[in-house]
């Protein structure tokens, strides 16, 4: 525990030393809200979306910016380039297990993550009047699971590219379907139904994230798909995974 405590206080140090990468991070998804929300048209309510304005219904969208930078492209690229550099091999020299690193970074992503989140939800709330999650429970269901399957997703890419190039090479892919579907690019009702339908199932989730916000429970099987992608896409990595 002590060992851990160390590398978490190291790897924070580390991480809040990038500010530049910090701030897009954590603010880039609240930046682009508020954006939109100066926008008249887009604060009006339309019965394109259920009487909602545009603003409230892209904010859960927005949400996977961030988890699409931190679990998909940052996390794989950190751990790679550890790897390729003998990080992780020095560290299963000494009593810090190579474990501990690759737990501290998943504290920092979730840290992040979180941050991310709350700044936004509160920013659309009192700048745009946007509600905050109406259904509390299972917005913060449907935000676990998608989470865990993205840092899962992620460290799978970490567990098999062995450079950091490789990771990139995986990752921004991964990272650009993930926005995609995820109604980042095109918001989900311009997609074409086939595709948004697609992203209902693609981690995060966003239609749980979605129905969650706007007050209606999300659907079992939304939920049910991240947590076994989150499984399976773990246990994968866990076995595959490699300190050298």
């Known amino acids: 525990m002590h060992a851990f405590r160390n590398i978490l206080r190291t790897e924070a140090r580390l991480y809040l030393r990038d500010l530049p990468t910090l701030l897009t991070t954590i603010g880039l998804p609240t930046v682009i809200l508020v954006v939109l929300g100066l926008v008249p048209s887009l604060r009006k309510p339309d019965p394109t979306f259920d009487g909602q304005t545009f603003v409230s219904y892209f904010a859960p969208s927005l949400l996977v910016v961030t988890l699409a930078m931190v679990g998909v492209n940052t996390l794989p690229s950190v751990l790679a380039t550890y790897r390729e550099r003998g990080v992780l091999r020095r560290l299963a020299t000494t009593p810090a297990h190579p474990a501990a690193l690759l737990a501290a970074q998943l504290v920092l992503a979730l840290a992040g993550i979180l941050a991310s989140a709350l700044l936004l939800i509160v920013v659309a709330r009192l700048a745009f009047g946007v509600p905050f999650p109406r259904h509390p429970l299972g917005f913060t269901l449907a935000f676990i ?100």
Not at 152 to 170: E, F, I, N
Not at 180 to 187: I, Q, S, T
Not at 207 to 227: C, E, F, K, R, V
């Open 145 to 244: 699971l998608g989470t865990a399957a993205l840092l899962s997703l992620g460290l799978l890419v970490a567990a098999v590219a062995r450079t950091t190039k490789a990771a990139q090479a995986l990752a921004v892919p991964l990272f650009l379907v993930t926005m995609f579907f995820g109604g980042v690019y095109l918001p989900r009702f311009l997609l074409p139904d086939v595709v948004a339908r697609i992203g209902d199932y693609t981690p995060p989730g966003v239609q749980a994230l979605l129905d969650a916000w706007t007050g209606t429970s999300p659907q079992p099987l939304h939920l049910a798909i991240m947590a076994v992608i989150a499984v399976a896409a773990g246990v994968g990595a866990a076995r595959l995974f490699r300190w050298e």
